[in-house]
T-cell receptor, first 116, second 113 residues
Framework: GAGVSQSPSNKVTEKGKDVELRCDPI?????LYWYRQSLGQGLEFLIY????????KSGLPSDRFSAERTGGSVSTLTIQRTQQEDSAVYLC??????????????FGPGTRLLVL | GEDVEQSLFLSVREGDSSVINCTYT??????LYWYKQEPGAGLQLLTY?????DMKQDQRLTVLLNKKDKHLSLRIADTQTGDSAIYFC?????????????FGTGTQLKVEL
């Protein structure tokens, strides 16, 4: 594919509902990241997947947030029992794993989540 | 800890140069990036610099890095209205657990005619 794609582009939900956000990384990229961009917090790291290694979940704000990556490609970020403070743009990025350690991350257009 | 700071707003006239500044606090940063975000769009990688460099030029863009002062700047020559966007600097620290980016607060650049 040409770049990282995310769906849906916009999501409006009611407080307390669960939502799933999808990310399709660039083909061949082994690393995948989720970030959140909100008015109060700026851009925050959420979670990182690299190959078959255990994901780095250190940025997830609560146990209502989870993510999985199936088959080393597509990833789904799930937010359970959404709260109004979850309203934000959720950005996905992917990168190659390079021997030198530099991994330029390429971002998708984001999913704009609004929790009413 | 990791903290990346930027000024929030910059206004320039079309044709002038823009300089967007960024300071970071983690001396172990290895790569530093500049991303551009246009309204309603995702993040677009503009350029990056490795921490052992002090300057990188790419067409209208010049990145300067002062590692001693932990100061990074992005200069845009001959700024155009299409350059109006939010610019984020970001640092990446190579760790065994993953290479997450830490972003600055973003600088909104407004280009006036």
């Amino acid at each position: 594919g040409a770049g990282v794609s995310q769906s849906p582009s916009n999501k409006v939900t009611e407080k307390g509902k669960d939502v799933e956000l999808r990310c399709d990384p660039i083909s061949g990229h082994t690393a995948l990241y989720w970030y959140r961009q909100s008015l109060g917090q700026g851009l925050e790291f959420l979670i990182y997947f690299q190959g078959n290694s255990a994901p780095d979940k250190s940025g997830l704000p609560s146990d209502r947030f989870s993510a999985e990556r199936t088959g080393g490609s597509v990833s789904t970020l799930t937010i359970q029992r959404t709260q109004q403070e979850d309203s934000a743009v959720y950005l996905c990025a992917s990168s190659l794993e390079s021997a030198g350690g530099r991994e330029t991350q390429y971002f998708g257009p984001g999913t704009r989540l609004l929790v009413l | 800890g990791e903290d990346v700071e930027q000024s929030l707003f910059l206004s320039v006239r079309e044709g002038d140069s823009s300089v967007i500044n960024c300071t970071y606090t983690d001396s172990s940063s290895t790569y530093l990036y500049w991303y551009k975000q246009e309204p309603g769009a995702g993040l677009q990688l503009l350029t990056y610099i490795f921490s052992n460099m002090d300057m990188k030029q790419d067409q209208r863009l010049t990145v300067l890095l002062n590692k001693k002062d932990k100061h990074l700047s992005l200069r845009i020559a001959d700024t155009q209205t299409g350059d109006s966007a939010i610019y984020f600097c970001a640092e990446i620290i190579l760790t065994g657990g993953g290479n997450k980016l830490t972003f600055g607060t973003g600088t909104q650049l407004k280009v006036e005619l």
